[in-house]
């Protein structure tokens, strides 16, 4: 069976239109670099031990991927989205101050591994492999994986990506970069630290096609272009945020709060803000 086998009719994510004006997505190497600076600054303990949670245990220190609108990405020197909002509001309600701190994705689960963050919150997919090495709170947003190409591609489908010798642009570690390396084949896949990276790869011509979450792939598609995202079937995947496995305690109150904010409507609002469902 063929890797997207949890086929839903496309109108239905598409049809969210979704046009978030990212600053992320078009915002100058130099600059992120600048804001990434000043973010860390801002937001590390100063501690000597090199890692970056603090002792203080009112701090809950959450690792992400700010590159991935509109669930975590920079305005200006301060991480925003969906993830952040949630997160803020999650450490409101368990009365602790939200620190997040910007890594590579691919770090993000050894970095909650070994205790240097609390808790990954990053449009995380809850996947059965990264269960055996985390723990994860419950779902608390649907992701999509679907393929960008530029508007005059010869791939029309998942089924061409099979059958052509197309080279596929990917955020290294993620889902896409997963099933896609599993079943196309590793020869394929080119990875990218950044999804903007992997989308600009695709823009310049040296790769053929983005595998990437969809909602980041309207903002990259907005941004640049000549781009379109494929009417093709995809996979529907859950997020969810993660621990270490011996903090079951705090996955524990997380998720008492989650089910909080959800009851009252926050993280619908959240969600509503930043993909609102009427275009
Ligand atoms: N949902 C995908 C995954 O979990 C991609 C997440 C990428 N997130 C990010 N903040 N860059 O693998």
Do not use: H
């Amino acid at each position: 069976m063929k890797i997207f086998s949890k086929i839903l009719a496309l109108g239905l994510a598409l049809s969210l239109g979704f046009a978030l004006a990212s600053c992320a997505v078009a915002q100058p190497e130099e600059e992120i670099e600048a804001n990434k600076a000043t973010s860390v600054e801002a937001e590390k303990d100063g501690g000597d031990t090199g890692n970056t949670k603090t002792d203080d245990s009112k701090v809950l220190v959450m690792a992400t991927n700010a590159y991935f609108p509109p669930y975590e990405y920079y305005e200006g020197s301060e991480i925003t989205g969906i993830d952040a909002e949630i997160a803020k509001a999650i450490a409101g309600k368990l009365g602790m101050e939200l620190q997040i701190e910007d890594v590579e994705f691919d770090s993000i689960i050894a970095g909650v591994q070994s205790g240097k963050f609390d808790m990954g919150m990053a449009g995380m997919t809850v996947t059965e492999e990264r269960q055996m090495s985390v723990n994860f709170s419950d779902p608390y947003a649907t992701g999509i994986q679907v393929i960008i190409v530029k508007e005059d591609s010869a791939i029309t489908d998942i089924d061409s990506l099979y059958d052509g010798d197309y080279l596929i642009g990917v955020q290294q570690g993620t889902t896409g970069d997963i099933y896609i390396s599993e079943d196309i084949g590793d020869d394929a896949v080119i990875r990218y630290s950044k999804g903007n990276d992997a989308v600009l790869a695709l823009v310049s011509g040296k790769v053929d096609a983005v595998v990437i979450d969809n909602e980041p792939a309207k903002a990259y598609v907005d941004a640049n272009p000549g781009l379109k995202i494929l009417e093709t079937p995809y996979t529907v995947e859950d997020y969810a945020i993660c621990f270490a496995k011996d903090n079951e305690e705090l996955r524990d109150q997380v998720n008492g709060a989650l089910k909080e904010l959800t009851e009252d409507g926050t993280i619908a609002a959240i969600i509503e803000k930043y993909i609102p469902s009427n275009g």
